[in-house]
């Protein structure tokens, strides 16, 4: 399988038009994004398949079509964000958005096939997925987007929202497996519930259950990281009085790959949302864990309820607390996270790197949403909507 395709990269969407209900809008120069230019060169082929080349299976997520759709809509590149979308459709839900949540992994199976490999959900991607679809729909007035993105919303309300007793209203990581009703449990992922998706959908839908979602995630995260430091995965039990949140009895923990997006969420919440400082008190750890454990570089692997840090975490890692060490003013930490970075991602693309095979794909995803806030690609509201580079410029509407 190729790895991409070089493609023009958005640069002047000249005479571009596309038809609203009673508008037109019409996008100019969306500027120059250089880190997803090569995104799409090595990571999204000519379908719109987001390729991890990491695996055996060459396998594409939900996850990574969702993130693809956001970048593609930061940069103001519509034909790519169409055809992510488009593919996902096709291969991810059966055809039909409306009436099926997307698989979370499709790749190479075992016979040689190229399939879906587990039909089961991934609520972080169908987050994305509907924010994605919602901004689209509101810069680029576009009500087929906003549409497409509520019934997905229907889908995900009523297959990945649960009640947890003492607690309210949750999203769980996905359709199937996670809920343990006959067993008082649930496990759940808190990088998978940025405060600003929250915040658009709660906008979305005042009556659903987004609001309260955000609130319990903020309590969730305040609960599960003793030293400031989020685990991967945790468990709500409600089997003993007081129900209350435990170390996930099969992750551990461990706060890794997974938690290191709390961090950059926290990061990119706008200052005027409420719960703002809330999160970045909670997750104060992550400051002394990358200067005292590292020099300057964060853990790969701390333990959430020891405070104790282990390895060296990819630049990645890096990426995701560019915003975090900004918003909290380490200015000395933020540096050697921006140096090593732009370094890591240099070398990432050398001609001798790329020869070895694709470049670090969770690396790469990480940075684009950490040196693309940095350099004012975007930024969220508090009502989670965005604020792009090119809105104001490009982006015109007439009656």
């Known amino acids: 399988m190729r790895t991409g ?10 005479a571009l038009a596309f038809q609203g209900e009673g508008a037109a809008a019409a996008a100019c120069d969306a500027g120059e994004w250089p880190l997803w230019h090569d995104f799409g060169v090595y990571f999204i082929q000519d379908s719109g398949r987001v390729l991890d080349a990491s695996t055996a299976m060459q396998h594409s997520s939900s996850e ?17 964000f169409d055809r992510l979308w488009g593919w996902t459709i096709d291969n991810l839900s059966g055809g039909d958005g409306g009436r099926r949540l997307p698989a979370w992994i499709w790749g190479r199976a075992d016979d040689g096939s190229w399939r879906v490999i587990d039909d ?32 997905l919303l229907d889908l995900t309300e009523s297959q990945e929202v649960a009640d947890l007793p003492g607690f309210g209203p949750m999203l769980l990581p996905g359709r199937e497996w996670f809920a343990k009703p006959q067993e008082q449990t649930w496990q759940l992922n808190a990088s998978y ?9 709660a906008l979305e839908r005042p009556q659903g259950p987004w609001r309260a979602i955000a609130d319990n995630t903020a309590a969730m995260v305040e ?3 003793p030293h400031g430091l989020a685990p991967d995965w945790t468990t709500y039990q409600a089997k003993e009085t007081p129900p209350s949140f435990v170390v996930d009895p099969i992750k551990g923990s461990v706060g890794s790959y997974d938690a290191i997006r709390n961090y950059l969420w926290a990061g990119l919440t706008s200052p005027d949302d409420p719960l703002f400082s809330r999160m970045l008190r909670a997750l104060d750890g992550m400051v002394s864990a990358t200067r005292e454990h590292g020099g300057g570089t964060p853990p790969e692997s701390v333990d959430t309820q020891t405070g104790e840090a282990s390895g060296q975490g990819p630049f990645g ?6 915003p975090y060490f900004k918003v909290k003013g380490q200015a000395l930490l933020l540096e050697q996270q921006v140096q090593r970075v732009r370094a890591a991602l240099s070398r990432s693309l050398e001609p001798e790197a790329v020869a070895q095979g694709q470049p670090p794909y969770y690396d790469h995803v990480l940075s684009l949403f950490g040196t693309g806030w940095l350099d004012g690609m975007y930024r969220f509201r508090p009502d989670g909507t965005l604020s792009l580079s ?4 490009c982006f015109a509407t007439t009656e």
Do not use: H
């Open 193 to 201: 519930l940025p405060i600003p998706l929250l915040r658009r959908l």
């Open 120 to 151: 089961n959900s991934a609520s972080d991607a169908n987050l994305w997925f509907a924010y994605a679809l919602l901004e689209a729909g509101r810069l680029w007035q576009e009500p087929a987007y906003t549409r497409q993105a509520n019934a």
């Open 390 to 393: 090119w809105e104001n410029e």
């Open 317 to 322: 890692f890096s990426a995701a607390l560019i």
């Open 64 to 80: 990574g079509q969702s993130y693809g759709m956001f970048f593609a809509l930061v940069a103001g590149d519509r034909p790519m």
């Open 5 to 14: 395709v070089k493609r023009f990269f958005v640069g002047c969407l000249a």
């Open 223 to 225: 609960a599960t990281a």
